[in-house]
Structures are given as structure tokens and as C-alpha cells.
């Protein structure tokens, strides 16, 4: 049977980025895809207005378009998208950043483990390449393994990163999840999404992208990068106590 599979890409201040990012999209999978669906998050700038245009230029029926009514942060309106994705039925949902750090010619090879039914998620890792190379910033480059190396201590698995935001999901999986439950709605609520996969001893598959870092490119600050530090620690440091049957967490119960 066909997949019905969905591309998500939650935005926010991408106007300069977003048309370019959907444009990388390969034709194969423009065609194979039932929806591409745009959430913006109540951007300032002129993000939704430049979408709707292109969209008119394009005449993409596939492309959807949405505009949060308030910003919901990037956690909230990826919970937007995964309710979005489950109300519509999809089988499989491939999340796409706005901004261009990640490659959407790439789209295929994460997805293609879920079509096989070889994992229930699946995510690029900067890391199995040379972050460095594609621009990392050297103190984000630093961090990224000193907190993968905690994790991976705590949660017990041997991940090269555990902080992409080039993932695709299995919604049969997904819909399983309590993601709803997830107190975070920042960026951290990633983490806490592959914690509730390895909690209920789904699938994980990584494999290597290229990492790019260009103008529109987004990053935290420090400041919101060391919160985010401390707030994956906290998560993966109470799953391990859940874990070993110390506390236990409602949503990691099945």
C-alpha cells in the first residue's frame, strides 16, 4: 500500500529562506508527497505574505499554508504540525527547518527506512559528517558533543547526535505518543519526542547530512543555548531515573 506522507516545515523569520528551501525539494518527491504544509509561527516579517505568493507563482496545490495566530515557539508549533499530521492521516511526516541548515534533497533517504518498515524515526547527524566543515559555530560544535556524550550516558543508547531538526516520524508511532504532555515548548521538546520513542522501544535510525550554516541560517543565543543544555540534561537525567525505577513519569508509561 501507498504511503501517504506529509512534509512539515514549522517557520519563523524565514522570509529570505523559506521559497528557497521548498525549491530544493526534488521533483520525486513533490510528486510523491500528499502535502507540503507551511505553519508560520506569527512571524514579524513578511515570511506568510512571500509564501502566499510564491504559492500563487508556483500553482502548488500541495503546498498548505498556515499562520499561528500567536507565536507558540518552535516546540508548540511542532505540536501544531504532529496534530496536523494525525487529524490528516498520514502515514509518515518528514519535518523540514525554514531556514536551510538542513538539505531537503536529502528527503528521500530520511524517509526511506519508515517506507521499508525498518524504523518508526529517523534523523540526519551532522555529526557522522564534519560540522565543522559545513560552518558550525566551534562552541555549539563543542557543546552539541559534550551533551550527546550525557545523554547517550544517561538514556543508555550510542546516538552521534541528539539534537537534529531533520527528522521524519512513523504517525502510527507518533499517535501512540503523549507528545501533548511534553511541558516544553522550545526546542527541547525534540528531545523529549525521542525519549518517548526509546520509552516505548520504537525504532531509532540515524545517517549522515551535511551541515550547513548560511545567511538565514538560525541559531540560538548562548544564553538560550545554555538553557536548552541544562533543560536536555534535566530530561534525559529524569528518564534515566524513570528508567531504573527510581521516580516514574506518567508519559514514558505505556
Not at 140 to 161: A, H
Request: net charge positive.
Amino acid at each position: 500500500m501507498t504511503k501517504k506522507i506529509m512534509i512539515f516545515i514549522p517557520s519563523y523569520k524565514a522570509q529570505k529562506t523559506i521559497c528557497s528551501v521548498i525549491e530544493r525539494i526534488p521533483e520525486s518527491i513533490k510528486k510523491k508527497v500528499k502535502e507540503i504544509v507551511v505553519f508560520d509561527d506569527d512571524s514579524p516579517d513578511d515570511s506568510y505574505k512571500v509564501l502566499l505568493d510564491y504559492k500563487k507563482k508556483k500553482k502548488m496545490n500541495k503546498l498548505k499554508i498556515y499562520k499561528n495566530k500567536k507565536n507558540l515557539d518552535f516546540g508548540g508549533n511542532m505540536k501544531v504540525g504532529f496534530d496536523y499530521a494525525i487529524k490528516k492521516k498520514t502515514d509518515i511526516l518528514a519535518v523540514l527547518h525554514s531556514d536551510g541548515q538542513y538539505p531537503p534533497e536529502r528527503i528521500g533517504d530520511l524517509i526511506k527506512p519508515i517506507e521499508e518498515g525498518k524504523a518508526n524515526t529517523t534523523f540526519g547527524s551532522r555529526f557522522l559528517g564534519d560540522p565543522l566543515k559545513g560552518g558550525m559555530p566551534f562552541w555549539r560544535y563543542l557543546g552539541n558533543i559534550f551533551l550527546t556524550k550525557t545523554e547517550n550516558i544517561l538514556v543508555g543508547s550510542n546516538f552521534s547526535e541528539w539534537h537534529s531538526g531533520f527528522t521524519a516520524y512513523d504517525c502510527d508511532a507518533l499517535k501512540k505518543l503523549p507528545f501533548n504532555l511534553c511541558p516544553s515548548n522550545g526546542y527541547g521538546l525534540a528531545t523529549d519526542i525521542l525519549l518517548l520513542f526509546i520509552s516505548r522501544g520504537f525504532i531509532v535510525k540515524e545517517f549522515p547530512i551535511r551541515t550547513y550554516y548560511g545567511e538565514g541560517s538560525r541559531s540560538p543565543s548562548m544564553k538560550r543555548t545554555f538553557s536548552f543544555f541544562l533543560h536536555c540534561t534535566r530530561l534525559a537525567f529524569l528518564f534515566f531515573l524513570h528508567r531504573n525505577g527510581i521516580i516514574r513519569i506518567g508519559k514514558y508509561e505505556e
